[in-house]
């Protein structure tokens, strides 16, 4: 995997010295695992919070698993909270679907509140449909531990990114999952785009009239958020929708829109 051409500019903070550190990201304009390697032994000697962010942000770049999660561990075993943010913010840089399905994972793996923080803001600003599917594998492998079905859930609303939408309007159909199913019933009427809002639209069509998981389509599309892209549609929901309860939830949302536009 090419990394980026390095123009040799770095944190102002640092000074350039000829240490393991400052050697390793002078290699950020090539490529190949042996530049990866170097960056990793480079994070984990690092001795100040701007070398650890500077050298967390090229691996973030490179955005391999192995790169993702030796931010991570090194994050878990530095001691000083600032060098420990500073890593952290790294995650702002990863790109990759094998790196945001790792931080994905750390929703499920971490506890702790600052981490879970990066994890969700990553999975929003990045998600694919990709992203979505990991995140519904691990709601069903984890049968026996609803808190943690509950972190996947909330993760899974914090997504809206148009690559989404086809996984997440598979997943707003799992009668069998309707905490699932209502969370991806939520990221899509949150979306905004006129894509996601079809997307419910078709869900709530291809679902039994009266069922549970109906009144959840229901109840997320009461929700939509309405932007130039979806109006439109909405305008037609609202207008020619062949479900009463959908074209009325429809109306209510423009009303509410036109409302607070005012």
Do not use: C
Not at 66 to 78: E, K, L, T
Not at 104 to 111: C, D, H, N, T
């Amino acid at each position: 995997m090419p990394l980026p051409a390095w123009d040799g500019s770095v944190a102002p903070q640092i000074a350039p010295q000829s240490d393991e550190a400052f050697a390793a990201m002078q290699a950020l304009g090539q490529a190949g695992k042996e530049t990866e390697a170097q960056l990793i032994a480079a994070l984990a000697k690092a001795d100040s919070a701007a070398k650890a962010q500077v050298l967390a942000s090229a691996l973030a770049i490179y955005g391999s698993e192995d790169a993702v999660d030796a931010i991570w561990r090194a994050s878990i075993a530095v001691k000083d909270p600032q060098m420990r943010t500073a890593i952290l913010t790294a995650f702002d840089h990863v790109t990759t679907t094998e790196g945001i399905n790792l931080i994905a994972s750390a929703i499920v793996a971490s506890s702790d509140a600052e981490v879970l923080q990066v994890a969700m803001r990553t999975v929003a600003r990045a998600s694919s449909a990709d992203t979505v599917d990991f995140l519904g594998e691990l709601y069903v492998a984890s049968a026996s531990q609803p808190a943690l079905r509950t972190q996947i859930a909330t993760a899974l609303t914090t997504i809206t990114t148009p690559d989404a939408v086809p996984a997440l309007s598979a997943l707003a159909r799992r009668g069998d999952l309707p905490d699932l199913a209502s969370a991806a019933a939520t990221s899509l009427a949150k979306s905004g785009s006129a894509s996601a809002s079809l997307a419910l639209a078709l869900a709530f069509e291809s679902t039994p009239p009266g069922t549970p998981l109906a009144q959840t389509q229901l109840e997320s599309f009461s929700g939509t958020r309405v932007t130039e892209d979806n109006f439109a549609f909405l305008t037609m929901q609202a207008e020619q929708s062949t479900s009463p309860e959908w074209r009325a939830a429809a109306q209510k949302i423009l009303t509410a829109a036109k409302a607070t536009s005012l």
